[in-house]
């Protein structure tokens, strides 16, 4: 279906933020609170099919592209821009603010495109916007969001290399299902897996998002993996390779978050972990599967925002975020501890809760085709989940000992906006119709069965278990955990600056052999040339007849006995 004219609903957000600088005092706060809402009616306003096309360099663009799969991203970046901005009212720094909208409108971009060309035009907006919503924490965070800015635009270069060959090779710019047979299409993969945080450059992800302010992080985990997971969704569903992608991730952000100190490294690896059920629903294929990857992001960015809003505010109130100088504030932040534990349970599949709606599905997908290995895997997985970001945060952070911090719950606005994901965490877990029917494909699974519900709570209760047996090694120290950036961060700086002695060594012995020939050759020049050298001497009338004669004579001769 194809009309003339429909507003692209990204254009709210991008316009918002670039508006938000201008406006202050009670306009601020309905502008932070009305661009959103304002997206989320323009996304249900997009019909299925192309709704705007433009042209470009001889192609058409489809800027807006709607169907079931883009209305459920987008609406859930909308809902995110709403109530993240509602958290972060009483953020000072309007630049985070307005680039964290460009942020999500450039998200909600994405999912609209229809086109390569589009994709990436949105894609590496929302990388610019993401790096300012990082620096906006300030001189803390500069290193922080360099590494994050080469490791996007790098992702962003493989892109464009990627998509300029596919459109060569095909004549072509539409984004749809492709197989992986040509260079160029193993490009875009690996351009849309720097985004997704796969291996091996995963580390950005913790090493940049807990450097971004108190509810910049917010904003960060929502849009970009789960950006890369919708169009892993839509170009590379049913590739086996992200089968095993994912389950890297998974236990990779298992590993590193039971080894964190930080309570918001802790989440940040989490993400990876959660994105690789996502990678590894996609890799498996199926329309069950796809369904479950593409819930599990919807309610992903629902209660991983909660999390970080519940660590967001522990660390708007009391400034600390390791889990050594937190405990005990519970007492006095009760509030935040409940939406803390909701965020906990709901990221841990609980019965009840969004989290157990949306993963099952992928596990259940994996036992339907016969996937042994990869449930079990996925089945272990899950328990560890609950380990690290389950019991480990609020413990940690809100239980184990008494730190003697006595902080309050935070402002009015950051209590509502957790209170609004904790309702629908719980919300979506109890009837989780609504989000079924937002999904691609027909829905035919019932979470709530006997076998479904003990199989978890055993899970859970035996991780709960063996989490408090082994509590005594899971205390945190000040300890640093070596992640595969120390590559580029310390050993590749370290290699460079060696080269850098080499480079500067090997150019002093040039620029020295230069000048050393160099005097030679002036030494040689002033001893023939020179005021005493052979050639610059006066020599007499007779000597010159002499040679004048002698090479005379010779030239004759010559002549002579030219046939």
Known sequence: MTISFVIPPALALILGGLLLP???????TIGLLGFPLVTLYLVWQVPDGVALRAPFLGYELALVKGDALSRLFATVFALMAFVGALFALNQK??????????????????????????????????????????????????????????????????????????????????????????LPRWLILAGFLINAGAPPLSAWLPDAYPESSWSGMVFLSAFTTKTAVFVLLRGFPGTELLIYVGLFMVFYGIV??????????????????????????????????????????????????LLLMSAGSVLYMTGKRKCTDLGGLFRTMPLTTVCGIVGALSISSFPLTSGFVSKSMISEAAGMQHLA??????????????????????????FQKDSGLRPDDPPWNMRIAMVLFSILCIGIGVLPGPLYALLPYKVDYVPYTASHVVFYLQLLLFSGLAFFLMLGWLKRTLTITLDIDWFYRKLGVDVMRRLDVVAESAWTCIV????????????????????????????STGAMTFWATLVLAAYIVLAYLRP
């Open 373 to 398: 290995v990869v449930w079990y895997l996925l089945a272990a997985a899950s328990a560890g989940v609950f380990l690290h970001a389950g019991i480990k945060f609020p413990w940690f952070v809100f």
């Open 22 to 28: 201008l406006l202050r005092g009670p306009l601020r």
């Open 512 to 539: 020295g052999l230069v000048a050393r020939t160099a005097r030679r050759g002036r030494a040689n020049v002033e001893r023939y040339n020179g005021s005493a050298g052979i050639l610059a001497r006066t020599w």
């Open 93 to 182: 720094r309007t630049v985070e603010l307005a680039a964290a909208f460009c942020y999500a409108g450039s998200a909600v971009g994405v999912v609209f495109a229809g086109d390569l060309i589009s994709v990436f035009i949105f894609w590496e907006v929302m990388a610019i916007a993401s790096t300012l919503v990082v620096w906006s924490a300030g001189p803390s965070a500069r290193g922080a969001g360099q590494r994050y800015a080469v490791i996007h635009l790098l992702g962003g270069v493989v892109l464009m290399a990627g998509i300029a060959g596919e459109i060569a090779a095909t004549g072509s710019t539409v984004f749809d299902r492709m197989s992986l047979d040509t």
């Open 256 to 305: 590193y978050a039971i080894l964190e100190n930080d309570m918001r490294r802790i989440l940040a690896y989490s993400i990876v972990n959660q994105v690789g059920f996502m990678v590894t629903g996609i890799g498996i294929g199926t329309e069950m599967a796809l369904n479950g990857a593409a819930a599990h992001a919807f309610t992903h960015i629902i209660y991983k925002a």
